[in-house]
T-cell receptor, first 114, second 114 residues
Framework: QKEVEQDPGPLSVPEGAIVSLNCTYS??????FMWYRQYSRKGPELLMY????GNKEDGRFTAQVDKSSKYISLFIRDSQPSDSATYLC??????????????FGQGTTLQVKP | NAGVTQTPKFQVLKTGQSMTLQCAQD?????MSWYRQDPGMGLRLIHY???????DQGEVPNGYNVSRSTTEDFPLRLLSAAPSQTSVYFC?????????????FGPGTRLTVL
């Protein structure tokens, strides 16, 4: 079993829809949770970052972490065609400090249709 | 700032050939790393470096060598290419290896081994 599981999709939604992207994980030592966005044939770029549990909002994006369920989510409100990309969750354990070791999910490909 | 740069963008090798993937950053980052991205597997850490002269193995290091003689450069060497090394390779850098530091990714090198 992989440490981080993410449904690869693809996920296709109409413009303006609310999108929910999710990851589950098995390692209870994970404390840092990130979402990266990767456009086609480009490198990933950090979208959202959360430490431990709770919610974080940035514009149309909301990241949620539920450590009791080992489940993280990224919500995109009022989705736009420019949001079409692959979204990767990534996690790191506190004990991995200074090694920078991130464990990535497989990535979910999202297409927002005009 | 150019950020993280990678060369070449594309490469085709024959089985058994060797080559070096170049990575450079101009942000004075101490931490640099190499990932490979395969369909359905997400990003997997190959090798990383927490500073000049210091390298360590990641999740999938076999068949790859690294060295870090300067802060700016972190080349990845394939010693004897195999078809299983066909992948997209990403270099990343961050201020330090601490988990809360954002990792900046390069544009990637697409490698095909025949």
């Amino acid at each position: 079993q992989k440490e981080v599981e993410q449904d690869p999709g693809p996920l296709s939604v109409p413009e303006g829809a609310i999108v929910s992207l999710n990851c589950t994980y098995s390692n209870s030592a994970f404390q840092y949770f990130m979402w990266y966005r990767q456009y086609s044939r480009k490198g990933p770029e950090l979208l959202m970052y959360t430490y431990s549990s709770g919610n974080k909002e940035d514009g149309r994006f909301t990241a949620q972490v539920d450590k009791s369920s080992k489940y993280i989510s990224l919500f995109i409100r009022d989705s736009q065609p420019s949001d079409s990309a692959t979204y990767l969750c990534a996690m790191s354990a506190l004990r991995a400090s200074n090694t920078g070791k991130l464990i990535f999910g497989q990535g979910t490909t999202l297409q927002v249709k005009p | 700032n150019a950020g993280v740069t990678q060369t070449p963008k594309f490469q085709v090798l024959k089985t058994g050939q060797s080559m070096t993937l170049q990575c450079a950053q101009d942000m004075n980052h101490e931490y640099m790393s190499w990932y490979r991205q395969d369909p359905g597997m997400g990003l997997r850490l190959i090798h990383y470096s927490v500073g000049a002269g210091i390298t360590d193995q990641g999740e999938v290091p076999n068949g790859y060598n690294v060295s870090r003689s300067t802060t700016e450069d972190f080349p990845l060497r394939l010693l004897s290419a195999a078809p299983s090394q066909t992948s997209v390779y990403f270099c990343a850098s961050s201020l330090s290896g601490d988990s809360y530091n954002e990792q900046f990714f390069g544009p990637g090198t697409r490698l095909t081994v025949l």
